[in-house]
């Protein structure tokens, strides 16, 4: 099993609705991510978990919240966004943190209404 | 900043030539460059990566060529094929993060 599994694949929300994204893999990686990709644009990273620890918060601000409750699922609890937040959300894993080879989802096309 | 990005944002080649992406780099300090297949409606899919200390390395179909002098990155693909039809980024892993750059879309004609 090489897949990165998102859900939902589509979400619209409203700007005081709250919502989670979910990420699942079972490669055994043990550092996954999340990224934000607007259009035509590349992937930005968000956070990094290594060993189910936050590691790297890209300054990302506080109305995303990152949870790695095990070393298979990453969720991203959504609260209060902003219309300008709609963006494809990507989540990816690697065997380790640093290692070249990501695995992406197909991602969450998110729309903030 | 220092950032990863591209030369051209499309390039259309006729099938079965070659193709080649470029990729311009100012961090000079990463480790390993790295390039990602996005097809539409999908996530990024690893393609090939080239440790900072070589100066090339070929895939099946692919050849990535660093060179280190000019801060250029490049990406070949030999026979390019309709299944090639993507947006393909260059990244760079440094201190264990992965930055992406802007993207190229490749369209193949028929």
């Known amino acids: 099993d090489t897949e990165v599994t998102q859900t939902p694949k589509h979400l619209v929300m409203g700007m005081t609705n709250k919502k989670s994204l979910k990420c699942e893999q079972h490669m055994g990686h043990r550092a996954m991510y999340w990224y934000k990709q607007k259009a035509k644009k590349p992937p930005e990273l968000m956070f990094v978990y290594s060993y189910e620890k936050l590691s790297i918060n890209e300054s990302v601000p506080s109305r995303f919240s990152p949870e790695c409750p095990n070393s298979s699922l990453l969720n991203l609890h959504l609260h209060a966004l902003q219309p300008e937040d709609s963006a494809l959300y990507l989540c990816?894993?690697?065997?380790?943190?640093?290692?070249?080879?990501?695995?992406f989802g197909q991602g969450t096309r998110l729309t903030v209404v | 900043g220092e950032n990863v990005g591209l030369h051209l944002p499309t390039l259309s080649v006729q099938e079965g030539d070659n193709s080649i992406i470029n990729c311009a780099y100012s961090?000079?300090?990463?480790?390993?460059f790295i390039w990602y297949k996005q097809e539409s409606g999908k996530g990024p899919q690893f393609i090939i990566d080239i440790r900072s200390n070589m100066d090339k390395r070929q895939g099946q179909r692919v050849t990535v060529l660093l060179n280190k002098t000019v801060k250029h990155l490049s990406l070949q693909i030999a026979a390019t094929q309709p299944g090639d039809s993507a947006v393909y980024f260059c990244?760079?892993?440094?201190?264990?993060?992965?930055?992406f750059g802007g993207g190229t879309r490749l369209m193949v004609k028929p």
């Open positions: 961090n000079s300090a990463s480790d390993y």
């Open positions: 990816a894993s690697s065997q380790h943190r640093g290692n070249t080879e990501a695995f």
């Open positions: 990244a760079e892993n440094k201190g264990n993060m992965l930055t």
